[in-house]
């Protein structure tokens, strides 16, 4: 194990055990043939930080599969909170759904099924909002960004899972790849979006966190 190994695993030790909910995700992915892609914990840990800074209690999650950042990000809210999480495949939906009423947060999470630019036309009435968390489809990052940065509050986050893309977007061999390309365009708007304050986070695969600032 690498000194940078072992710092991640001090990390996850001290600040992101997993518990019997989170626990439950990853076993009924592997149970149902969910793709078993869910963030780290000390992602996770990351995610429910960030959201408390910024006070969220309305959140959005692009991409549900079994609950486990979204039970992260649940636990973040207040009682009177809502996460709305959307899922393109109904089995991910009751996966989801069995994790959330384990972890005690169902009561603040909805999970809407179907394709996710449609369903967020739907919601953007509910909004703004304070947050949205984007771990779909990569070649949809940057129309989900562009929706996250119309429909956020001055103040409010934005925050996507991959954005190194497992290392590719520095690949000079991967440089012409449908998801690399994607994840760029979401990278270099981020960056250079007036309208908001944005880094990468280096944890895991990448977190790109942003600020709307006007």
Do not use: C
């Not at 439950?24 to 840990?45: A, D, V, Y």
């Not at 809502?82 to 994790?99: C, D, G, N």
């Amino acid at each position: 194990m690498t000194i940078q190994e072992k710092l991640v695993e001090y990390v996850r030790e001290l600040y992101a055990v997993e518990d019997e909910a989170l626990r439950r995700s990853k076993t009924l992915s592997i149970e149902r043939g969910i793709p078993q892609i869910n963030i780290r914990p000390e992602e996770g840990r990351i995610l429910q930080l960030m959201l408390m800074a910024v006070g969220a209690k309305k959140v959005v999650e692009i991409g549900t599969l079994a609950g486990y950042s979204g039970t992260w990000m649940a636990r973040a809210l207040p009682e009177d909170g809502r996460l709305i999480s959307l899922e393109i495949e109904e089995e991910h939906a009751e996966a989801a759904r069995e994790v959330f009423e384990k972890a005690g947060v169902g009561d603040r999470v909805e999970i809407r099924v179907g394709p996710a630019m449609a369903t967020l036309v739907e919601i953007e009435g509910l909004g703004p909002f304070d947050a949205v968390f984007i771990d779909a489809d990569k070649t949809g990052y940057p129309d989900y960004l562009a929706w996250a940065v119309e429909n956020l509050r001055v103040g409010g986050l934005v925050m996507a899972h991959n954005t190194f893309r497992r290392g590719n977007v520095v690949n000079p061999e991967a440089q012409n790849r449908p998801d690399v390309i994607a994840m760029k365009q979401f990278n270099e708007r981020l960056a250079n979006d007036p309208r908001l304050l944005g880094t990468i986070i280096p944890v895991g695969d990448g977190i790109g966190t942003a600020i709307r600032v006007k």
